[in-house]
């Protein structure tokens, strides 16, 4: 039974960058309340080592990073908005730094005593372009941004409160067209179900790596947003281009951990574990080839030689170099026992980053009004069929911007009625939570071994019926027992799968990230087309 309704003007799900840059702005017009499922620092952000892509230097250009994009993206990025988000990534990047965002700067080399930013280079870029903050660079803007949240009296944080469903106008059966009003969010410590109403209601909850077995992703990120939008009516597309980062440490200790393509981009080399290098032998760019191509080339090999990891090889920098611009890539190593100045750090591929979701425009607004999408729940048309390195943090605070601008210039929304409490019905408390568990392990091994880098038809059509057939199982268990975390995450996952699945199923070519053997070339008459789910009824 729910026991209070919150009433804000700006309901935020999500703690990130994209949820905390949107707040910043938002609170200048309204009172805004963040939802976070776990603490606030708990996100993705909080993991991105390589940096955030933007054009700062003399050397580079706008016209450059719009080129390298749509390159990347495989012939299905949308132009304008890629040229849209390039050419306002350096007003954003100041505002981070006004935010207290301290990126790495480095002497300029003909001027001593003089500095500039350190521009990095990764994967895709033909320049360097990528502020870092040395290799924790999401640490350091969560930092920021929190610190800034904290000195808002009007956003308030609501942390270890998960958002389970949004509440729509339709669904409570009020009259007029449909508007997204609020949301059911569970307080974990709890267990009660809160109504937080709210004028503008802003999805920034990041991305689905939990649904894959490997995953560089933390425990945060299980589609939670992808499923609540699509069950409330909103369009999701382009599921199906999941980027798998080629480099995650391979470790039995070790559950997530990114090795960064900044490590590449400073002169790395990918050998076998008989210490030859292969990338020579699948692309001209080798080690700086898109990230697509270098994680099917080391699946390719691994599947090649049977062994179960590969190595990536940066002995060839000098150890004080490393230290200094690795040091959390250096020290996390170190206590795994590597010591990556003096030998290989044995790496495998992981489910990385979700170029799809719910469908906005550049202001992120979704098909259905109230609601907004930013940041990695988003499909803006970015990033099209592959993301470039670094430009998911860009897109975030592009995006978080942008929507503010344009929630505060919408007339608000009074949300003048009550909104009805939870209804817990006649249920009881799960008695077997293993059910839970063992379906979670499922989903993720399933969609490991169906749905990973490499994809059939046949083997796409498995996953679904296994999916179809687990989601009838999980909605006995949501509708039967008082909800709790796992079950929640658990039906979001279960759903987020579902939708990549049928996204790859109906893309009958390879592009991309999506690699099918059964259509191994890109078909030129799906350029430009995006792969749009929307739930009937
Ligand atoms: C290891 C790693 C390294 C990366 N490196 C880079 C990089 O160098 N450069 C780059 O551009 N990108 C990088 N990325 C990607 C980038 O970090 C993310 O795309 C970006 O941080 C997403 O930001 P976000 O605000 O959209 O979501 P997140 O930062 O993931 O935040 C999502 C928030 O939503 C909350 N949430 C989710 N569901 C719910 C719910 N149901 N109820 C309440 N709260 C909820 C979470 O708890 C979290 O607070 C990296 C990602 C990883 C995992």
């Known amino acids: 039974m729910s026991t209070s309704v919150r009433q804000v003007d700006y309901l935020v799900v999500g703690s990130g960058i994209a949820g905390l840059f949107f707040a910043l702005k938002a609170a200048e017009h309204g009172r805004v309340a963040i939802v976070t499922k776990k603490r606030s620092a708990d996100s993705n952000t909080n993991y991105a080592q390589g940096g955030i892509a933007a054009v700062t230097s003399r050397e580079d250009t706008f016209e450059l990073h719009v080129r390298d994009t749509l390159t990347a993206g495989a012939g299905l990025c949308r132009e304008d908005v890629v040229r849209a988000i390039v050419q306002d990534g350096p007003a954003r990047i100041a505002e981070l730094i006004e935010f207290g965002t301290r990126f790495s700067e480095r002497e300029i080399p003909a001027e001593p005593g003089r500095h500039e930013l350190d521009l990095g280079r990764e994967g895709g870029h033909s320049k360097r372009r990528i502020l870092h903050a040395k290799d924790v660079t999401g640490r350091e803007i969560e930092r920021a941004l929190l610190a800034a949240v904290q000195q808002r009296p009007n956003i308030e944080v609501f942390e270890n409160h998960l958002a389970i469903d949004l509440i729509t106008t339709s669904k409570l059966g009020w009259p007029g067209p449909t508007r997204c009003v609020g949301a059911y969010v569970l307080a974990v410590e709890t267990g009660q179900v809160e109504v937080f109403a709210a004028g503008q209601v802003v999805l920034a909850t990041g991305g689905c790596g939990k649904v894959y077995l490997y995953t560089t992703n933390p425990d945060i990120a299980t589609g939670d947003g992808v499923a609540m939008a699509y069950r409330a009516g909103a369009s999701v597309a382009n599921m199906e281009f999941i980027q798998f980062h080629p480099t995650c440490l391979y470790h039995p200790r070790a559950k997530s951990f990114l090795i960064s393509e900044a490590v590449r981009g400073e002169g790395a080399l990918l050998r076998g574990l008989d210490g030859v290098e292969f990338m020579p032998r699948y692309d001209e760019r080798r080690e700086l080839a898109p990230r697509d191509i270098v994680a099917r080339a080391i699946d390719s090999e691994m599947k090649r030689t049977g062994s179960d990891h590969v190595v990536l090889d940066l002995t060839n920098r000098p150890a004080p170099f490393i230290m200094q611009r690795f040091p959390n890539i250096y020290r996390t190593c170190l206590d795994f026992g590597i010591d990556i100045t003096k030998e290989p750090i044995p790496v495998v591929p992981a489910a990385h980053y979700q170029c799809g979701g719910v469908v906005t425009n550049l202001d992120g607004e979704t098909g259905l009004p109230g609601l907004s999408a930013i940041g990695e729940v988003a499909c803006t048309g970015l990033h099209g069929a592959n993301r470039l390195a670094s430009n998911s943090l860009l897109e975030a605070v592009v995006g978080a911007h942008r929507t503010a601008l344009r929630c505060r210039a919408e007339a608000s929304f009074p949300v003048d009625r009550t909104i009805p409490p939870w209804q817990t019905g006649n249920a009881v408390n799960p008695d077997e ?52 975390g796992d079950l929640l995450e658990l039906r979001n996952i279960a759903t987020t799968a579902e939708l990549i699945v049928r996204c790859a199923m109906q893309r009958k070519e390879s592009r991309g990230l999506h690699y099918n053997l059964d259509h191994p070339e890109p078909d030129p008459v799906l350029a430009q087309q995006d792969t749009v789910l929307r739930r009937e009824g």
């Open 433 to 484: 939570m293993v059910v839970v568990s063992h379906m979670w392990d499922e989903i993720r091994r399933l969609m490991w071994d169906y749905v990973g880098i490499v994809r059939t038809d046949k083997r796409l059509q498995r996953a679904l019926n296994r999916l179809i057939n687990l989601q009838a199982e999980i909605q006995e268990y949501y509708w039967g027992y008082t909800v709790n």
